[in-house]
Nanobody, 119 residues
Framework: QVQLVESGGGLVQPGGSLRLSCAASRNIFTINLMGWYRQAPGKQRDLVASISRGGRMEYVDFAKGRFTISRDNTKNTMYLQMNSLKPEDTAAYYC?????????????WGQGTQVTVSS
């Protein structure tokens, strides 16, 4: 089991940057896959980027070239650096972690952090 807590959201102007953090309650090296998702009002929750325990990163198209996902195992924290933000990036951003055990695969979610891009 793991608790995930996001932080770093806020209000930013178009073209600005934010860095989101996701702090885990356990050594994140034991978390097989971590990712960032986002959900705008009235829309489904979509994947933004993911990073495996081995450090393999994947991005969806809208995040490529603007967002960078990373993880610091020494701090048990995952990050999402977001640059060149656009109004359409406005959403609640959620951290997700997947742990695979002999008992199965389990997903854990944080409570979300709001990102608002507006002038």
């Amino acid at each position: 089991q793991v608790q995930l807590v996001e932080s770093g959201g806020g209000l930013v102007q178009p073209g600005g940057s934010l860095r989101l953090s996701c702090a885990a309650s356990r050594n994140i090296f034991t978390i097989n896959l971590m990712g960032w998702y986002r959900q705008a009002p009235g829309k489904q929750r979509d994947l933004v980027a993911s990073i495996s325990r081995g450090g393999r990163m994947e991005y969806v198209d809208f995040a490529k070239g603007r967002f960078t996902i990373s993880r610091d195992n020494t701090k048990n924290t995952m990050y999402l650096q977001m640059n060149s933000l656009k109004p359409e990036d406005t959403a609640a951003y959620y951290c997700m972690g997947t742990i695979i055990t002999e008992g199965g695969e389990f997903e854990y979610w944080g409570q979300g952090t709001q990102v608002t891009v507006s002038s």
